[in-house]
């Protein structure tokens, strides 16, 4: 996240040059993005690939 | 809002506490504790009934009690106190004002009406569908209604954390990164909502189906969608017992994170993998590929034990470098001797941290393999491996932590401090004992949920080995210490809460005062502790380790024997 102006750096406290933040400190700034990833992860990789395996399986015959 | 919201300053942290987030983490709190006490008390009840000398409830009070322990404790105790831990760990941690403390109010009615309408809905004696509610099994539509209420209130709560997190950025509370402790309560909070709305997604049409409106409900489908909240509720607490662990030995000993990096890195594997392992509920079962479940338990699952296994790391190395930078430097273990053991805050988590470890964790990955879960599932090893991560794991944590939250949070004085230090040792044991014996049954093939092992009047008779009576007999009386280590901690929590000292101004006793190190609290800072100095950590780590192997391997020994190629 971005505290200097500019997406991805800051303001040093030593003068007006602009430290850059390491992408995966900037990843895990990002709260909504953590939460977006933490919640589509197991959806997708548990619940719907799930759901899909049970939808494929083919009804006994009456 | 903000400039009517009022703030005390901690004497012993420096932090400032929005006074609607203390009073708001106190009503969670105490919530937490009470549901606590009629859960545990259940839970005696169903241990005493395992044991077949005393075998004490008949069985349709077996199976009501077994519903009613499984929801207080596994629901209500734990996220009523880990809505507790987000309010500290984003408006007391970030020094900032609670989002929106009437919302906050508002789940925490939410909560507290959906707990007790399902616990009321149990007791009438038609919902004893046990926890898990398994369709076709069929509860009242109340024991559906309240489980969605208390989820709702419980959204609602996280949705507060979140609010706070964004007011703190925009006021400018905190600098650069959130502490670390917040950023374990953050992991916490995504595994919630995850979790929360999974329960929705099944629990209504499942609550439509018992009100008659949907004719049928899928049994292996809700077995799917239902375990994405029954497991990763428990998921949520792991990450906020973490956090708990860290924020613990940051109060107690101004220790820093061994690496901010290794911590986040480890809790940023729980958001992403640590869900995925509900997986390994449905390993034996018929219709799902062998793909699915291998993919999200032994590869996925594997990634959130690695994350497990940095905290492992981390942890003990936290307190090993402050307990060294206190001067503690004789030896591999003087650190160790000379921690405050007699401090129940730190005693319960290092208890909690070794046991959680050496017990949950170790059986947790081999529940979790789709190959020897087959000698255990169903039985009782797999109680006995929850009751190690939820009980000597999150609960042994929470209550620790309960004797910082006392006088730092609530302002009040423990009421029987030699009690107190007593408490983490009684109940861990006996959460221990607990832990071990249902495995120790379980690995020799005795089923969970069963009210009658003997199976006296079953017409298909089995006899177990007479070592499984013994360790159910020995589970018995776990669970009598573990119950009497819980009622030890509700009476003093309970006394000290109404009736205890108040603590005014005065500081805390801990091993860097912040009025004197001139620093801000390491429990609400960034930083780690720039030292790599931890050999006696590196050294129990190793036995951790060997521990873990050599288990591993037996059990595949053990499944060799059990189904022999020939």
Redesign the interface.
């Known amino acids: 996240m971005s505290?200097g102006g500019t997406p991805g750096t800051?303001q040093t406290s030593g003068g007006p040059e602009k430290e850059r933040i390491p992408f995966?400190?900037r990843?895990?700034?990002n709260?909504?993005l953590?939460?977006f990833?933490?919640?589509t992860?197991?959806?997708v990789?548990?619940?719907l690939?799930?759901?899909m395996?049970?939808v494929g399986?083919p009804v006994a015959p009456q | 809002m903000a400039a009517t919201t009022q703030f005390r300053t901690c004497p012993t942290t420096g932090l400032k506490i929005d006074l609607a987030a203390q009073s708001l983490i106190k009503a969670n709190a105490v919530a937490a504790v009470v549901f606590l006490a009629i859960g545990g008390l259940f839970g005696l009840s169903i241990a005493l009934t395992r044991w077949p000398e005393i075998h004490l409830l008949p069985v349709d009070w077996f199976y009501m009690a077994l519903t009613a322990h499984g929801l207080d404790v596994l629901l209500c105790w734990i996220i009523f106190f880990e809505v507790a831990v987000l309010y500290f760990a984003s408006a007391v941690l970030l020094n900032c004002r609670l989002a929106a403390p009437r919302t906050a109010w508002v789940a925490f009615v939410l909560m507290v009406v959906g707990a007790a309408l399902t616990n009321v809905t149990v007791l009438q004696g038609e919902s004893s569908v046990m926890f898990t509610s398994y369709t076709p099994l069929r509860a009242a539509p109340n024991f559906y209604l309240g489980l969605i209420i208390f989820a709702v209130g419980a959204l609602v709560a996280c949705g507060n954390f979140?609010g706070t997190?964004v007011i703190a950025k925009e006021e400018r509370t905190y600098e650069?990164?959130?502490p670390l402790v917040t950023?374990g309560a953050?992991?916490a909070a995504?595994?919630a909502?995850?979790t929360l709305?999974?329960g929705a997604v099944i629990l209504i049409p499942t609550w439509l189906w018992s009100l008659g409106y949907i004719n049928h409900i899928?049994p292996?489908?809700y077995k799917?969608?239902w375990w994405?909240m029954g497991h990763?509720s428990q998921q949520i607490n792991v990450s906020a017992h973490v956090a708990v662990w860290y924020a613990v030995a940051a109060i107690l000993l101004g220790a820093k994170p061994l690496s901010e990096k290794a911590s986040?890195?480890a809790f940023?594997l729980y958001?992403?993998?640590l869900?995925?392992a509900?997986?390994h509920h449905?390993l034996v079962e018929p219709?799902?590929?062998s793909e699915?479940k291998i993919?999200?338990t032994s590869y996925?699952m594997y990634l959130a034990v690695l994350g497990s296994m940095i905290h492992a790391l981390t942890v003990p190395g936290t307190i090993e470098a402050a307990q060294r930078k206190l001067g503690f430097n004789k030896g591999m273990f003087e650190w160790l001797r000379k921690a405050p053991w007699g401090n129940p805050a730190f005693s319960g988590v290092f208890l909690s941290l070794v046991m959680f470890g050496f017990l949950g964790g170790i059986s947790g990955v081999v529940l979790g393999t789709e190959q020897i879960n087959l000698i255990m599932h169903n039985t009782l090893y797999v109680p006995g491996h929850f009751h190690a991560t939820v009980v000597t794991g999150t609960t042994l944590t929470f209550m620790a932590v309960t004797y910082l939250i006392l006088p730092l949070i609530l302002q009040r004085d423990v009421m029987f401090p030699r009690m107190a230090q007593w408490q983490p040792y009684v109940f861990g044991l006996g959460a221990a004992g607990i832990s071990l014996f249902m495995m120790g049954a379980g690995t020799l093939g005795v089923p969970r949920r069963h009210w009658d092992v003997t199976f006296a009047d079953s017409p298909f008779g089995f006899e177990f080995p007479s070592a499984a009576f013994m360790m159910l007999a020995l589970n018995g009386l776990s669970a009598i210490l573990a119950a009497t280590g819980g009622l030890m901690y509700v009476v003093n929590v309970v006394a000290s809460v109404f009736f205890g000292k108040k603590t005014a101004d005065k500081p805390m006793k801990v091993a860097v005062p912040v009025s004197t190190s001139g620093q801000p609290a390491a429990v609400g800072a960034y930083g780690s502790a720039g030292s790599l100095n931890i050999p006696g950590t590196i050294t129990l780590v190793t036995i951790f380790f060997v521990s873990f192997v050599l288990y591993y391997y037996v059990n595949w020994k053990y499944l060799a024997e059990v189904w022999p190629l020939r």
Do not use: K
């Open positions: 505290e800051r995966w400190q990843v895990c700034d709260h909504f953590l939460l990833i933490g919640v992860m197991p959806t990789l548990y619940i690939w799930g759901v395996e049970l399986i | 979140f997190l650069g990164s959130v950023f953050l992991t995504i595994i909502v995850f709305a999974s899928d292996v489908m799917l969608v994405a990763s986040r890195l940023l958001i992403f993998f869900q995925l509900s997986a449905l219709g799902i590929s699915w993919f999200n996925a």
